[in-house]
């Protein structure tokens, strides 16, 4: 969590924490945070490609291999 919070802004950390169900957040669909945010589901799925980039290159960046290969790998499974 704390990564996140260092690279993600608040709307990348909100999409993946609901769209992944991260840290006890509510599962939401794309569609549904596409209406929260006023965007289109395809909006947020591009988005939310992006933050795990982000996400997938800051915990190599600081050593954290095993964490981002097991569970941002996996995140990037699920969305594609």
Do not use: D, P
């Not at 690279?7 to 945070?33: A, D, P, V």
């Not at 933050?51 to 290969?69: F, S």
């Amino acid at each position: 969590q704390y990564a996140m919070e260092k690279c993600l802004n608040e709307k990348e950390r909100n999409i993946l924490y609901h769209n992944l169900k991260l840290f006890g957040h509510k599962f939401k669909s794309y569609t549904t945070l596409g209406k929260e945010y006023g965007v289109s589901r395809e909006w947020i799925h591009q988005i939310s490609r992006r933050a795990l980039k982000k996400l997938k290159a800051y915990m190599l960046k600081h050593n954290c291999y095993e964490w981002a290969k097991k569970e941002v790998v996996a995140s990037e499974e699920r969305i594609n």
